[in-house]
């Protein structure tokens, strides 16, 4: 049986506009392997999190949806890539319980401002269950 999604990740921008925001290129800090480019076409998205505790924002779609879906289980505390989680948090001189909360509370923000434009039942569904996780965290 397929998961059904359980957790949101900020709205996705491409490389470009990161790269016109930015002025210049621009690569993901926590797993150093993409950078935003002024052709951007084929770029990974990227997005801007408050789990970067400096300015640039910016991480890539492949981190977030990493980072964000972990943070999100509720089964983190067994889960294999709570290292990956454990490391970035680090990397961003977060303690790792805080860094979750921040994370889980960000992901029920981005559904609220979601619920404004369209009230779907999986939106809601998500909303529910990161509203119960958070109770935990
Ligand atoms: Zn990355």
């Known amino acids: 049986m397929v998961r059904s999604i359980w957790y949101m990740t900020p709205p996705s921008i491409h490389g470009d506009v990161v790269f016109r925001i930015l002025r210049g290129e621009w690569t993901c800090p926590w797993c150093q392997a993409e950078t935003a480019k002024e052709d951007g076409a084929n ?4 997005v801007e999190t408050p789990l970067r505790s400096r300015s640039p924002r910016y991480i890539c779609d492949g981190c977030a949806i990493d980072v964000y879906s972990t943070c999100a289980r509720d089964d983190f505390e067994t889960h294999p890539y709570k290292d990956i989680v454990r490391e970035v948090a680090a990397m961003e ?31 809601q569904r998500r909303r529910n269950y990161l509203l119960a996780l958070l109770k935990h965290l």
């Open 43 to 46: 770029d990974i998205g990227w």
């Open 93 to 123: 001189g977060i303690p790792l319980d805080v860094f979750r909360r921040i994370c889980v509370q960000d992901q029920v923000e981005i559904i609220n401002s979601q619920l404004q434009k369209a009230d779907s039942p999986d939106v």
